[in-house]
């Protein structure tokens, strides 16, 4: 058997599955369209070769690593770097055999069916990844890494990347995005407004962070007025560069709605670092709705991925700080949270709201009875642990009933494994496809409507939720 | 193909699929019981013929319109009618025009079902509705509602329907009722107890409702007593046209069972008007109990459907008001809330009490259990945003193994579009069915046992429940 | 058609149950771990014949007369003791035949496939139960119930049982279990810790218990040190009977990990009885921190079943006491519950803690994700009313993208009904193997994969987790 079987994902039931064959040959080779993800723009425009196997697949990869450190690997032993900079291992050989050696944990992972692919489709590797084949993969790979057409741009335009997002802070300087316009290569790559640095009173430097945006602005941002305006010259830097989004990662979906001198006097407690909890919560569902506010004006669309408890390992956050695999979902609720934002402007017809979830029990129950209603709002992918076959499954059954497709936003990557994207997207193609294969066997829709909704997964919806 | 499949919602896998059309063949004739719904029963006391397709299928029904609002379209244009009573679109062809170019956004929702159902088979419409059929549509369902045929009663009995149960205002003259029985037509139409207006101490004109039910009934509303005894006798009205069952429709499923002195302090509380939210939510919960004991002694089966947020969006309810697709649902519990009323009334052998939820997390933890082991308690059918295929399919699996099917209460179509009744009740027997052939299938139960199983499903299950 | 059909469980589809099949006949026969159950270690340590059919079968089980109470049986028909000693039923012919004639409730239920397996597999009864074979049937299990190979001991033997794990009191004088390894008999069974009455302030005689706690072991357990220290002895006695685990049910997950003075107050607060429902929840929850550091010491697997809500109604447990079919799940969190414990030891990696749940919710937006970081943490398997077809299959979908299979721990039987134990596991035996299938018919792992993953399943997870 070929590592990577060509009917992968398909239902078994063999009418089914030729439906889904048919419908997933339509769409097999549309263009890529990356709305959300977290690529470094440093690739596109440096167009440097990638670093050896290990570190482009396991070091930065949280979905990898840990599972890895689930069966007790330690993070050291991944060459994930320390806070305090002591030692780690700096082999990528040794760390690639790390990976090969444990690659059976990740059996019926959607990570094996990515790297799986990546292996095979990416760099041409035939033999299935295991402690036997570990060093030959590793030089087989790494010898490609050496070769041109597998730098940056060669495989963003071999992967047909039509366009791709990364995400950057409110504060950057977009240098390596400007450097990407300058350098005549065709490809499109945008930011994504990302502001929780200066919107967070909880975010480390707040108050720095808020005085380096009006020194990048120009604008008083120790004053409310003077901060939402700064906002609003940062979103069009922004879009002078190709923005079409911006992006919320708050623990809650908490919004609120308060009147302007309200909101003045929480900016000002927040600012001068007297905000308790709740007050610093109270700040960032204000922030919420004046970004939806400004969503109205300019016309970015708005993602808001809520629900992550981060860091949850007091010590591996002490030793390794954040993002290293520690970010546990906790339960979260829409309903009454986004009842100020919606109240304000969640009838607006051209507003493009997308919401994300890592509680999958509010899909029936909160996400698509609000988006099946409210015009500004569109539910983002499955997201983090859910863009897997299963999950996206269980989100088209939990949600199509109620929002239909046509409030979903199709597919995001939202990876920062580069290699991945291709496969990633295959996996969203197929499991669409095996959805629509289901509903076009039992009756419930015909072949011809089966075949629009396909190409509207895949690239309809994603152009018209992002504005692309 | 012909826009309904004769083997719609059936598995896919042909072992599978005959079995569940054996067991659908004999049940697909079965009379249909309607024991909870909207029915306006003034129809079937009137028997006037029903308005334009627009008016009959679009403009009263929160499914369709909500879908069309999540897409930008404006409930004034799709007729809803406003609270200052502006201009909203009265053009019934216009309003069809509407729902057919946007009728895509229905694929692969239940009322895609519905609607294709009762065009082909109540109205004998050949073609599939869209944006080019929408003219020739409207004139072939027009011109057969100007039909003798096509009126309620006819159709009521062309439709098969054994007994059909409204819900009606404590309040109500159940004029109506009695002129439906005074009339001679055969048909089973009776009331369903709703009392919320009554005992909701926060719905619009609560003291005044009070008043009213006193002078209704001769009983002194304003003790306590008098207000239990004007339940009483009201509930022996609805019972002398027929009804066997109350509905309640509560945000929570609190319930308390408070000393008769306490009760009756807070009801003086709430009539005042000076109950707070705590008090008014308290006495909610004391009237379900008091409800249940008084269905202890009259028989009466009771409904509570809990959990559904009304009215979420501030602006829409301003212009339009109540019941217009804003009903979002929210996380309910039932371990802890309905504990009071059970450690009263639970274990009654005689008592029925059939629980509606809109939170599917609860089926399995807290619904399946309570119920497969409380005699008073029943499951009711999917509610709502459930009332679906695959709302159903999740229903069955996530509480058949705890609760068996005994402790359910089968279909409800509980919808005020009468002429999507047959499709209702179609696609929940096809569910059914397509559950049991599973359980045949797959060895855990026999064909005989399936067979038994539909039709208890089907009839016997809701004749029980609801005393019928 | 035979009462047990060969292929049951299985996909329906014929070439998915095809594989299931191959997978299944390679593990079929694979010896029987239960390192989690409620058997009687008396039964083995006497080696007395079983009681009448009924009381073997159903007067013990709640699974059984919890279906039959939901429907209006009485306990006390069932022959369920009551505590004031009153009548209850003492025919076990007739309680047969009670639980005969409803046995059509078991349709589609676990119950149903572990009855029908004891009855077809352990007593050879070919008929399938019901009223008109009650009789039969009793005199048939009755007569086999008399004959020596029907006594404890030879049926543990003749269900390839390799090892069974009791559950018992911390204070348990562990005779039995003395007894057993005394007579030559080559059984192992071995006991577990579970210290509820020691640990828990708001258990019965809480006090009284602590002392006879320190009684046993020497100690002076009115002070913290030595309190804890008698927890270190007493698990040492119980490693000595061959004891590998701790089993805890606490009603939430809550975890504490308070400063040495701070927990000795809390201790002495709760010895005094002056601890509040606050208190004496946060002292469950230190003591589970504190079995965790014991488990880290002594080598102990801990398992935590936390989220029941016990003996839901009050007038059953007035009448009939604890245990009887009364429990009900209710929502539990685990995210910010388990953050002490976990930031004190969930990065050792030698300690197991293997999590339960009753919260299906909690499976792919906590317990996956946690499981698949911390090295210490275990998924138990569906626990109790998700021991069942269905809820294994939610589980491995639910868990087993994000957790894989090594951060699982195999099957629990859970069981005090002894002659349902080959049937429980042979059930979750079929599941994992069409979960496995599935996975082969859509290419995400290939056959040799899902033959080590099912041995894994079966047997190797269990003995490591458990350190069998």
């Known amino acids: 058997m070929p590592v990577l079987d060509p009917d992968r994902l398909f239902p078994a039931e063999a009418r089914t599955r030729d439906i889904a064959r048919t419908l997933f040959a339509a769409i097999e080779g549309a263009p890529i369209l990356s709305p959300h993800g977290h690529c470094d723009p440093a690739w596109f425009a440096g167009n440097a070769a990638f670093p050896d196997p290990a570190r482009l697949f396991v070091v930065p990869d949280h979905y990898i690593f840990r599972m890895l450190v689930s069966q007790g690997v330690p993070l050291t032993a991944l060459g994930v770097p320390r806070v305090d900079g002591g030692e780690t291992e700096r082999d990528g050989r040794a760390i690639w055999r790390l990976f090969a050696g444990h690659y059976h944990l990740f059996r019926g992972t959607p990570t094996r069916l990515w790297v ?13 990844l295991g402690p036997d ?16 057409e597998f730098r940056p741009r060669a495989l963003f335009d071999r992967f047909g990347i039509e366009v791709l997002a990364t995400t950057d802070d409110a504060l950057s300087d977009l240098a390596h995005h400007e450097a ?9 790559v945008i930011p994504t407004y990302r502001p929780d640095a200066v919107i967070d009173p909880e975010y480390e430097g707040f108050a720095g962070n808020v005085a380096a945006l009006g020194r990048l602005t120009g604008c008083d941002t120790a004053s409310w007025e003077g901060y939402l305006e700064a906002h609003r010259r940062r979103r069009a830097a922004f879009r002078a560069l190709g923005a079409t989004a911006t992006d919320h990662g708050h623990a809650s979906a908490r919004t609120e709605n308060l009147a302007p001198d309200a909101a003045a006097r929480l900016f000002r407690t927040c600012l001068q670092g007297e905000a308790g909890t709740g007050e610093a919560d109270a700040f960032r569902g204000q922030m919420l709705t004046e970004m939806a506010r400004m969503s109205v004006e300019d016309g970015m669309t708005m993602q808001i991925h809520a629900g992550s408890r981060r860091n949850h390992s007091g010590p591996v956050m002490a030793m390794h700080g954040r993002d290293k695999g520690f970010d546990i979902p906790q339960r979260t609720d829409y309903v009454a949270a986004l009842k100020p934002l919606l109240d304000a402007v969640g009838m607006e017809p051209e507003l493009r709201i997308v919401l994300f979830t890592l509680d999958e029990s509010v899909y029936s129950r909160e996400l698509a009875p609000l988006a099946g209603v409210y015009p500004a709002l569109r539910l983002g992918p499955p997201w983090w642990f859910f863009d897997s076959p299963e999950g996206m499954m269980r989100f088209r059954r939990l949600t199509g009933e109620t929002a239909g497709i046509y409030n979903t936003a199709g597919f995001n990557d939202d990876t920062r494994a580069f290699c991945s994207i291709p496969a990633r997207h295959d996996v969203a193609r197929r499991v669409d496809c095996a959805w629509l294969a289901g509903l076009v066997a039992d009756g419930r829709i015909g072949m011809d409507e089966a075949r629009e909704m396909a190409a509207e997964l895949t690239t309809g919806l994603v152009r018209r939720a992002y504005r692309l």
Do not use: K, M, N
């Open 180 to 188: 990407i316009r300058a350098s005549g290569w065709g490809g499109r």
């Open 133 to 148: 084949t570990a060093d030959a993969i590793f030089d087989e790979v790494a010898d490609r890494l050496a070769q041109p």
């Open 116 to 128: 799986d692919h990546a292996l095979a489709e990416v760099f041409g590797v035939s033999a299935a």
